[in-house]
């Protein structure tokens, strides 16, 4: 079955759209504002966090780029409007940083200030390692003028400990995840043991600096790890919230949730869903079985 798992990963790419989208819906809230609303409300009145996201990356014109910064505006108003517990996760791309980084980071600053103006935060995503060093630049920039702004950093990064090390101050303020894109072995770990190892070092390191952390993974063996640093360094709860994507894991997501612990789940909504829905298929370990399971279920 894993080979053939394998296999069927390789296609994903070649695969019809519509394909794609039927297998991927269950990652993604709807191409609509109102659906990722009404999801968050679901989540909320689980007694679980979410963070929303305007699907797009990317973008190619300043005029898009806009487009983008005002859909993430609207978020915000909707979010504060329905009164739910919910912050807004933004990509850099989407935002214009390979248009003109200067232009990325006045856009970012207007969400940042409506955000201000409703207390609320923004989390920037990491994307691929070619823009590693112009997010983290971009974040600490912000970082000096706004408090409610964290960004994202990757555990299969080589250099992701030292990045942590330099952005330690007290007001930093990170998500943990182990990293999504095609890396190189010069600057990435491969092996799944190493990238384990890792993150720990790297949650260790957060702890130990007394930054807030959202820990953003599905797997046992971290959540577990976690646990037990959480218990060693007796991190209290308002430093740290667990984080999982929408449509995954919902078993081990309620189980964290009853177990006291903060958890936010990752909404993405939009019209731009296909580079996203792929990334999310191609981590599915049973993608051939859920593939095979609809099939008959459809017949
Ligand atoms: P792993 O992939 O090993 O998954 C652990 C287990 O979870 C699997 O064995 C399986 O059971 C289940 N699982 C995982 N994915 C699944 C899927 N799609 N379908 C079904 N089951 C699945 N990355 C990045 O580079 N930049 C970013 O900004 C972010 N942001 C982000 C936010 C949040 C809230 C989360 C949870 C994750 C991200 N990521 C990310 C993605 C992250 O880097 C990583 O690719 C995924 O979380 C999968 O890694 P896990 O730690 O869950 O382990």
Redesign the pocket.
């Known amino acids: 079955m894993k080979l053939i798992n394998n296999v069927i990963v390789s296609f994903v790419q070649i695969l019809p759209k519509s394909i794609v989208h039927f297998f991927a819906k269950k990652?993604i809230a709807g191409e609509t504002l109102n659906d990722a609303i009404k999801v968050s409300k679901e989540l909320n009145s689980m007694g679980i966090f979410t963070?929303i996201d305007v699907l797009g990356e990317d973008v190619n014109t300043k005029k898009e780029s806009e487009e983008a910064k005002n859909n993430c505006l609207a978020v915000l108003d909707a979010i504060n409007k329905n009164k739910l517990k919910a912050n807004l996760?933004l990509k850099p791309t989407q935002l214009g940083i390979l248009i003109d980084r200067y232009f990325c980071m006045q856009q970012v600053g207007e969400i940042l200030d409506k955000a201000s103006d409703f207390d609320n935060f923004v989390r920037i995503?990491?994307?691929d390692s070619s823009l590693t060093d112009d997010t983290l630049e971009l974040y600490n920039k912000l970082k000096n003028k706004y408090s409610n702004v964290g960004v994202?950093v990757?555990a299969y990064l080589k250099r992701t400990y030292s990045d942590v090390i330099k952005q330690s101050s007290p007001s930093a303020n990170f998500?943990l995840?182990?990293?999504?894109?095609v890396e190189p072995e010069e600057i990435a770990f491969k092996d799944?043991n190493k990238i384990r190892d890792n993150y720990l070092k790297v949650l260790e390191l957060i702890f130990q600096n007394g930054n807030y952390v959202?820990i953003?993974?599905?797997?046992e063996f971290?959540i577990k790890g976690a646990y037990e640093l959480i218990k060693k360094y007796n991190v209290s709860k308002d430093r740290f919230e667990f984080?999982?994507?929408y449509?995954?894991?919902e078993e081990l997501r309620d189980k964290i949730n009853a177990q006291g612990y903060k958890i936010?789940i990752?909404v993405p909504f939009g019209e731009h869903w296909y580079n996203y829905s792929v990334?999310?298929?191609q981590?599915?370990?049973?993608l051939a079985w859920y593939i095979t399971k609809s099939i008959f279920s459809l017949s």
Request: proline share 3%; with cysteine.
């Open positions: 990652y963070t996760s995503d990491m994307e994202v990757q998500r995840c182990k990293g999504i894109y799944g959202g953003a993974t599905h797997d971290l984080q999982m994507l449509g995954v894991r936010r990752y990334r999310r298929l981590e599915n370990p049973q």
